[in-house]
């Protein structure tokens, strides 16, 4: 059967995992509070627990960032990684979940949060990344643990084995058996629970259940089905080594029970933890660690503290780190330690040195960034693994309200971004605006509130300008002329432009055909720039776009002209031209993908449609049982808040990608209203 796995396995860092409103936060709390880690469990709604420190995650009661936190269970050391269950905040689960040895995916008998569920084990999944299961909320559960098992099962692409099944009184769950163990308990709040007696119908249940259990577990170990096949019971040693090893290999997801509010099941889920999870060696042999006397290091998350300045939170996966080393990164930064600060939620105890397993906070380390591999070696190690962050959804135009404080606004954003990669920033040149994108609604609201409470500056928000633009459709022949005498040197351009429209898309070309030297050719550059200069706004207000203009005529003077003059004259002939090219207004026409749960599907058609898309058509989402792939043809103006819709009828679970297609015209009463509102606006 395999090694001793219960044997200790080094210090372990697991992720919790899970839909949002899981009780994620709360498994945490009955965790430190089990382990004596502290006094009591606190509470998310009183704002007294040791996850959701921040003030924006106390403010919205939610996770919206993930909290690292120490404790210790039988002598070994864990480090528990509360992630956020908001698909706006998956970034920071995204980031950790290479570092972990195993994760606990926390959910309940909601069939509403199963399209949740199934995104976050198949990201688990794709990661070969153990898992257990943890049903919580079972003290308020009204349907019998098979029938939740058949609901959850979908979510999982492996099988999801009952460890447990609870014992019944009165239409009320008041404790459990343990299959493996073959004991039953009794929940006490607050307390361990109390074993007793299994008898009765509890005992035909377990018999059953645990048979059941032992089927899953011999799919994929011959010598045990030997032993179900001949009646034998096989050795609980066996077994456990089974749950283990199929476990590690990703064969099995083992589901356990508790309430997380009453600290129900939590040390059967630490003792499980304990025997079955893996150590950082099999993390380093996942990962492809080399065989190296270095220490060797993954970021996974980077924070932004107001006086201890910045900690790159890193999984130590090899080697010994002494404080004051120098670590080369994967990116190619190097960097000093100036401490390492032991990972116990305030990020203010000191260690002298790191080991293998360890997971720590590194001070200081300015061009390190999340994601990074360090290493202590003389030579840049290689990446471990790359994640991308999810592409945007949502963007709001920024600016402080203090103009004092652009500068500031500009530091903050990028330590923002450092911090977290799925919050992009980017200057719309067109506006000069400062256009922030993020996941979602919430994602962007706590992005400002963290400028104002954390960076101090407070800053003004707009949905970001369209970008609408405009094109002629009468071809013209216009003269632009520019002088100016003001003693001594004057200023003379004078040019002849063809102003002709394109096919859609062909963007602006410049030509010349000037002939006899009417303009020096020297003066042609600056025509085209004057031209140039023309296009930026339109009659309508917007860039003009898809037009050529062909230089074919104009005069000089041979003292007056410069290129100044000529530039200024192409720009007045390109901006009295235009008006009688018969202008029309053009607006960004995208190409939308958007991922649903089957059962939303028609939903999502009568939100394209009310949003003036295009459907150009359907499909199962490839891979993933339950899910269609819509895809439409959208103007940009109407995607604007698609992901509030979108998230609204899948309970969170849709998402998109947009990506642009071309620019198509817009008229009558629409490009009215829309050229009225760029004029008020401007």
């Not at 397993?357 to 290689?382: F, R």
């Not at 471990?384 to 959804?393: F, G, I, K, Q, S």
């Not at 000069?432 to 609604?441: A, I, K």
């Not at 895809?631 to 609204?648: D, F, T, W």
Request: with cysteine; glycine share 8%; aromatic share 4%.
């Amino acid at each position: 059967m395999g090694q001793d796995v219960r044997s200790p396995r080094g210090p372990r860092c697991i992720a919790l995992v899970g839909p949002f409103q899981s009780g994620k936060t709360t498994l945490l709390e009955a965790i430190l509070a089990r382990t004596g880690a502290i006094p009591r469990a606190g509470s998310v709604d009183a704002g007294t627990s040791v996850g959701d420190a921040t003030p924006e995650a106390r403010h919205h009661k939610m996770t919206v960032g993930l909290t690292a936190v120490t404790t210790s269970f039988m002598g070994d050391s864990y480090t528990f990684l509360d992630c956020p269950g908001s698909v706006e905040f998956a970034h920071d689960m995204r980031a950790a979940l290479p570092a972990v040895d195993a994760a606990i995916v926390v959910c309940e008998a909601d069939e509403k949060k199963l399209p949740q569920l199934q995104i976050i084990l198949r990201e688990l999944e794709e990661l070969k990344i153990p898992r257990f299961l943890f049903l919580n909320k079972i003290d308020r559960a009204n349907k019998r643990i098979r029938e939740t098992l058949e609901m959850l099962q979908p979510a999982s692409r492996v099988p999801l084995v009952l460890r447990q099944i609870p014992i019944w009184k009165d239409e009320l769950i008041e404790g459990f058996v343990d299959l493996a163990l073959e004991r039953a308990f009794i929940y006490r709040e607050h307390k361990a629970s109390e074993v007793v007696a299994l008898q009765g119908g509890d005992l035909d249940r377990e018999k059953e259940a645990r048979f059941s259990m032992l089927e899953k577990l011999a799919d994929h170990d011959d010598a045990l089905m030997e032993q179900l096949l001949e009646d034998i019971q096989p050795p609980r040693d066996a077994v456990f080594d089974d749950l283990a090893r199929e476990l590690r290999d990703g064969l099995i997801c083992p589901v356990l029970l508790g309430a997380a509010a009453r600290e129900n099941g939590v040390l059967r889920l630490m003792k499980a933890l304990r025997h079955e999870a893996p150590g950082i060696a099999e993390t380093a042999k996942r990962l492809g660690v080399p065989e190296t006397r270095d220490a060797l290091g993954f970021v996974f998350k980077t924070l932004h503290s107001q006086h201890g300045g910045k900690l790159s939170l890193t999984r130590m996966l090899a080697g010994h780190l002494d404080d004051g080393a120098t670590l080369q990164s994967s990116s190619g930064g190097a960097s000093r330690i100036s401490g390492i600060l032991a990972v116990t939620g305030a990020y203010d105890t000191k260690r002298t040195a790191a080991e293998a397993g360890d997971t720590v906070a590194l001070a200081k380390l300015d061009p390190i960034k999340t994601g990074d591999t360090v290493s202590s070696g003389k030579i840049q190690p290689a990446a471990l693994t790359a994640v991308e962050p999810t592409p945007p959804v949502l963007a709001i135009s920024v600016a402080a309200t203090d103009r004092k404080d652009d500068v500031k606004l500009g530091q903050a954003l990028m330590r923002l971004h450092e911090e977290d990669p799925s919050l992009v920033f980017v200057m719309n040149a067109q506006t000069h605006d400062t256009v922030l994108w993020g996941q979602g609604e919430m994602h962007l609201r706590v992005a400002s509130e963290r400028l104002r409470d954390r960076f101090g500056v407070k800053v003004a928000s707009h949905p970001p300008a369209i970008g609408y633009q405009e094109t002629i459709r009468k071809p013209i022949v216009q003269r632009g002329r520019h002088k100016k005498q003001s003693g001594g040197h004057g200023q003379f351009g004078d040019v002849v432009l063809d102003i002709r429209p394109l096919p859609r898309g062909e963007g602006f070309k410049f030509a010349e055909k000037v002939v006899g030297g009417a303009v020096p050719r020297n003066y042609i550059g600056a025509v085209e720039e004057g031209v140039i200069d023309g296009l930026a706004r339109g009659p309508l207000g917007f860039p003009v776009t898809d037009l050529q203009v062909t230089l074919t005529d104009g005069s000089y003077h041979s003292v007056d002209s410069s290129d100044l003059a000529f530039r200024t004259a192409a720009r007045v002939g390109l901006t009295e031209g235009l008006p009688q090219c018969q202008s029309v207004l053009l607006e960004p026409i995208h190409v939308v993908e958007i991922v649903c749960p089957t059962d939303a599907t028609a939903k999502i058609n009568a939100i394209l449609s009310a949003r003036r898309g295009q459907i150009l058509g359907f499909d199962t989402r490839d891979g993933w049982s339950g899910w269609d792939c819509v895809r439409a043809m959208m103007p940009e103006a109407e995607i604007g808040e698609l992901i509030v819709e979108l998230r609204s009828a899948t309970a969170g679970a849709g998402s998109f990608t947009r990506q642009f297609d071309h620019m198509a015209e817009v008229t009558g009463r629409a490009a009215d209203q829309i050229i009225a509102a760029h004029q008020h606006a401007a």
